[in-house]
């Protein structure tokens, strides 16, 4: 956009919310203008400060403001702001393979847009996020697009423009986004293999259930691919959480998924151990969750259980042949298993420490442009 | 708003019992003596078919108004009453996308009860693919005598439809299917699209299954957009509601 004025931004003025009118000094707002400031400072750093931005990206409520963001992201993902390659011609873009499939699925993102934007306005965003997503695709002849990238293509559209959204999404696709971009979803379907795998260390009973009701992972499929864009009402929600992303490792979306799975351990529990209840039960995200402290978690979690040192059970999921032996054991367990667990694990305790988002910025971060790309999450040729 | 009503109606099936106080009354107790089958049906077809448009105008008896790609599957479910018998209808919505059915969601083929293809009366490369999706359904191992049915989709616009009824009924019969040509969007025809599950469901409660057929015990919890609808349901009826655009194979497999 080229007023500079984002379509969601509602935050950008600090202003006390009701409940706090009546203390002079709100922490809340504070705690905010101190936020700011802090990230005003290592934007103006020369060079920037990648690290203190990283870690103000991560910690309690990210990068604060659209404004901000628009300066912090292209540093963040190291792109010139300055040197966006021009549109193609419509022709171009319109000529590639993907088109059509795009069209389709932008003409379905309504539910994208801020509620009450006007329709015009809405209308035209639309025909710019169409080109944002052509766009990479035709510079990047090798990526392939899947559905669920218009999610993350649009949300940077309503925070940064098209322009910058382009530039960003471009080097994301390049990078975190990169291996939901083969022709096909192998490497995708990969990466969802270590949900269990960290689920099982933190709570292995919740690991167990979820196996006998044979649950799958499909239920955050789009929870990784559109990070959390399908599946969130709340657009301010979900730019937060991009914050997050951007300044972390390509699996943090597992990781959170994870601690959300793990934070409605007592729902899932509490259902029927069959595919169908614990799936459609895990695959809405309720919009009242304490996401600032699952966002915490995740990043507990990573910092307990980095992706290499799952990387061997998350390879064993993929290669197991899921039929028979399964098959026979959920028979087996399915009978014994509603009582079992209600009475043996309401206290099973889930072993989640604690880290200081530092000790995260440190290990999420660590020489991480070099790592995005070779796989380092043990992805095998 | 739509989108609220799709983004809650899973919610809704499985309610998060936990923070719920227990149900005490009598008619829940009543209800959780209850045991219904519970029939597994998937719905394949390419993108934008209206796969979802088709589940959801089934479950809730609304045409959405904002749908959004599908990834991976949604799982929506509806109870009926079939002469008597409470059933339950678990339909599984699945991806379109070619990346997406190749890897994603062969989980969910597994233990299904009935097939439903769907394509898009407007739009020829929708039918054209059919044969792929058949043999999507046939590499899954999917029993032949697992009811299969054909639906053509958006047929309210009148004049965009490129595949013939005639055209569509061949195909159906050399792959011994029913054939529905319906639309999820058209009010006038919404009663068809409950035909058309209704028609599945008699079909899987008469049919001895080959799959095992689970049983539920139905806890109480009627979610709100879970109708019990009575099934006043005759073939002569619903033939004539159909304006002799579809036709159902006899002797098929199910
Ligand atoms: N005119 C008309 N439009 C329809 C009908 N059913 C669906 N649509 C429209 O077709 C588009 C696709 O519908 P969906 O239900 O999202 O399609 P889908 O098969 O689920 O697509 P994927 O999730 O991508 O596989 C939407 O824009 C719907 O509004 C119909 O009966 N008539
Ligand atoms: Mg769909």
């Given amino acids: ?381 | 708003m739509a989108t609220q009503e799709i983004s809650t109606e899973n919610n809704e099936t499985v309610a998060d019992n936990v923070d719920k106080p227990t149900e005490s009354s009598a008619v829940t107790v009543i209800e959780k003596q209850v045991q219904r089958r519970i029939f597994k049906i998937i719905v394949i077809g390419d993108s934008n078919v209206g796969k979802t448009c088709l589940t959801f105008r089934f479950c809730s008896g609304k045409f959405p108004e904002k749908t959004e790609a599908t990834i991976g599957v949604d799982f929506r479910e509806k109870t009926l009453t079939v002469d008597s018998e409470l059933i339950k209808l678990q339909l599984w919505d699945t991806a379109g996308q070619e990346r997406f059915r190749k890897s994603m969601v062969q989980h969910y083929y597994r233990n299904v009860h009935a097939v439903v293809f769907v394509y898009d009366v407007t739009k020829m490369s929708t039918f054209d693919s059919l044969p792929q999706w058949i043999d999507e359904c046939d590499r899954h191992n999917l029993n032949i005598h697992i009811p299969r049915i054909l639906v053509g989709n958006k047929c309210d616009m009148l004049d965009k439809i490129v595949i013939s009824t005639n055209l569509a009924q061949k195909f159906a019969d050399a792959h011994n299917m029913p054939l529905f040509e319906t639309s999820a969007k058209d009010d006038g025809r919404a009663n068809h699209v409950d035909a058309i599950f209704m028609t599945l469901a008699h079909k899987l409660k008469n049919s001895k299954p080959m799959m095992p057929v689970h049983m539920a015990q139905d806890q109480g919890r009627l979610p709100g957009n879970v109708q019990v609808v009575s099934l006043d349901w005759n073939r002569d009826r619903y033939r004539s509601a159909d304006r002799g655009q579809s036709h159902q194979k006899e002797g098929c497999a199910c």
């Avoid at chain 1, 101190?34 to 920037?48: E, Y």
């Fill in chain 1, 1 to 381: 956009m080229s007023s500079g004025e984002s379509p969601v931004d509602k935050q950008d003025n600090v202003r006390p919310n009701n409940l706090n009118l009546s203390t002079p000094k709100s922490p809340t707002v504070a705690s905010r203008r101190q936020k700011v400031a802090k990230i005003r400072l290592a934007l103006i750093n020369k060079p920037v400060d990648i690290s203190a931005l990283k870690q103000l990206a991560i910690s309690k409520d990210g990068l604060v403001s659209d404004e901000l963001r628009k300066r912090a992201w292209p540093k963040l993902l190291d792109v010139d702001v300055d040197n966006i390659p021009p549109k193609p011609e419509p022709e171009i873009l319109q000529g590639h393979r993907d088109y059509n499939q795009v069209v389709l699925d932008v003409n379905r993102s309504l539910k994208r847009f801020p509620p009450g934007m006007e329709e015009n306005l809405r209308m035209s965003l639309q025909d710019q996020l169409v080109d944002v997503i052509m766009r990479v695709l035709v510079h990047r002849p090798e990526l392939h697009y899947y559905q669920g990238y218009h999610d993350i293509c649009v949300t940077f559209l309503l925070v940064v423009g098209e322009d910058m959204a382009f530039a960003l999404v471009d080097k994301l696709s390049q990078n975190h986004l990169r291996d939901f971009m083969d022709d096909n979803m192998d490497r995708t379907k990969h990466m969802l293999n270590y949900l269990y795998p960290i689920i099982g260390k933190s709570s292995p009973d919740l690991r167990e259930f979820m196996e006998i009701a044979e649950a799958g992972n499909i239920f955050c499929l789009s929870w990784l691919i559109t990070w959390y864009g399908h599946v969130l009402n709340d657009i301010r929600q979900i730019i937060r959480f991009y914050d997050f992303f951007i300044a972390c490792h390509q699996l943090m979306p597992i990781y959170l998924a994870a601690a959300i799975v793990l934070y409605r351990k007592k729902a899932v529990l509490a259902t029927e151990c069959e595919m169908c209840f614990v799936h459609s039960l895990l695959s809405k995200i309720p919009d009242d969750l304490p996401f600032e402290k699952l966002v915490s978690q995740a990043g507990d979690l990573f910092i307990q259980f980095p992706p290499k040192t799952l990387a061997d059970e998350a390879m064993m999921i993929f290669e197991k042949s899921k039929a028979a032996a399964k098959m026979q054991r959920r028979a087996i367990a399915k009978r014994v298993t509603k009582g079992r667990f209600s009475t043996i694990l309401p206290n099973g305790g889930s072993v989640i420490v604690s880290v200081t988002v530092w000790t995260l910025v440190a290990a999420v971060t660590a020489g991480v442009y070099a790592v995005w790309k070779s796989n380092d999450w043990g992805w095998f040729s």
